[in-house]
């Protein structure tokens, strides 16, 4: 598993001071505050998160050493890492993204189906994106009970039961 999880993104400037508008990938936007400090994918610079208020596409805030427009502009597209001790101990049929992305995807019958390439979410669940050798084009699954019955963390494995025009 990663130490740090991606937990959110600047989506640009907010205002004339330095705030930035902040994408928070958490399931309750506002928790993201909570994990600070947040870093880059890089590890090279960290911030502390402070809320300032709901805006629209996301969150303002103040990130420590951001005092103007022009250094809150240059972190658009920045995304923000959480060190996974910070995070909450999910339910066992809850697992965060990063660790989903790059494990094996095999069929109820053993048949290496590929590995999880992304994760997408259009607001009506989640979509597992599976690519591998031998596949002419990606599988898109949703990531339900019904499709996917089996997530075995430790094992770096997922079994899945796709509709079989899809496999």
């Known amino acids: 598993m990663t130490e740090r999880v ?3 993104a600047i989506a640009g400037a907010f205002g004339v001071r330095g705030e930035v508008r902040l994408k928070s990938f958490t399931s309750q936007p506002n928790d993201i505050a909570g994990y600070s400090p ?4 890089d590890g090279n610079r ?3 998160i402070r809320l300032t208020r709901p805006v629209t596409g996301g969150l303002g805030a103040r990130l420590s050493g951001v005092e103007t427009r022009e250094q809150a502009e240059a972190l658009k597209g920045v995304t923000l890492w959480a060190d996974r001790d910070k995070l909450p101990a999910l339910p066992d049929d809850e697992f965060y993204h990063a660790d989903l992305i790059g494990l094996s995807v095999y ?3 053993g048949a290496l189906l590929g590995k999880v390439r992304a994760i997408y979410d259009h607001g009506a669940g989640d979509i597992l994106e599976i690519f591998g050798p031998g596949r002419r084009q990606v599988l898109l699954l949703p990531f339900t ?3 996917v019955p089996t997530v075995d963390l430790a094992a770096g494995r997922i079994v899945a039961d796709p509709p079989e ?3």
Request: hydrophobic share 25%.
């Open 6 to 8: 991606c937990v959110g």
């Open 38 to 41: 947040l870093y880059t994918e």
């Open 46 to 48: 960290s911030f502390t």
């Open 107 to 109: 069929d109820t019958g």
């Open 145 to 147: 009970r019904a499709f």
């Open 165 to 167: 025009e899809q496999e």
